[in-house]
């Protein structure tokens, strides 16, 4: 049982200090996603501290910070600088003239406006952030939908957005995640996994769009699945054995 198996995991990394996703997967014969949300429920309580693959004791009174929790735009921006950047390459070198192209919410997609200034495009977006670069470009067609405002994202989600989504239809999509564990693509706020679910479900090529630190994470919404997309794009410092299990799903760019 859960609370058992919480007990346990406690138990053991009392003892070891730390323990590793894998070996508690293969203790307690559940799945390593199993073992990851028993560490968030933990962490969540302030009893242990997450690491990559693993987790580890607390060695003071404070309690680590929640991981159902979503940081603001701005401070979004001021993270992972180079990473963002290379990645934002990566989305423009895969837009061609004359396409017609949607581009999501987040801060490395919103980098990609001033990647693709000379191509002529037509682009939707439910962006505001994006949406105010791309405005001056007059080679664009653009069109901006509209909805419920999420200032954390810079977005426009909910009913009003979702119907305006279900009539159109593109040829690319480039979506960005907050985190994904195997299969299973996920982000903080359900309306906006819909939204994103539903220019995914219309578009003919799907690209998700994830840093190395939102692989193996898990986060609050599940709303699409890896293996029902195209490609991966993501950054050069992701560990090659990481790259090698998602590989098994979609292609990495």
Do not use: P, W
Not at 4 to 18: A, G, T, V
Not at 49 to 56: I, N, V, Y
Not at 146 to 168: D, H
């Amino acid at each position: 049982m859960k609370n058992k198996r919480q007990d346990l995991i406690l138990k053991q990394i009392e003892k070891n200090k730390m323990v590793t996703v894998q070996d508690l997967s293969e203790t307690y014969k559940v799945s390593e996603m199993t073992v990851r949300r028993d560490l968030i429920e933990l962490e969540k309580q302030g009893l242990i501290k997450r690491l990559h693959g693993g987790a580890s004791k607390i060695t003071n009174n404070r309690k680590s910070e929640l991981v159902y929790s979503e940081l603001s735009h701005d401070h979004k921006m001021s993270m992972n600088i180079e990473l963002k950047h290379e990645i934002a390459r990566k989305i423009a070198a895969q837009i061609e003239n004359d396409e017609l192209i949607f581009l999501g919410a987040g801060t490395t997609i919103e980098l990609v406006s001033e990647l693709i200034e000379e191509k002529t495009l037509k682009v939707i977006t439910n962006s505001l952030a994006l949406f105010m670069k791309l405005k001056a470009q007059k080679n664009k067609g653009l069109i901006l939908i509209g909805g419920t405002f999420r200032e954390r994202t810079s977005s426009f989600v909910g009913t009003l957005a979702n119907e305006s989504l279900e009539n159109l239809r593109v040829h690319k999509a480039f979506i960005g995640v907050n985190a994904i564990d195997d299969d299973v693509i996920m982000n903080y706020n359900e309306e906006e996994g819909i939204t994103q679910q539903k220019i995914l479900n219309n578009a003919t090529i799907k690209y998700i769009v994830a840093d190395n630190t939102k692989l193996d994470q898990v986060d609050f919404y599940h709303f699409y699945n890896l293996s029902d997309c195209d490609y991966l794009i993501t950054d050069s410092q992701t560990d090659q054995n990481v790259l090698k299990r998602y590989e098994k799903n979609i292609k990495v760019l």
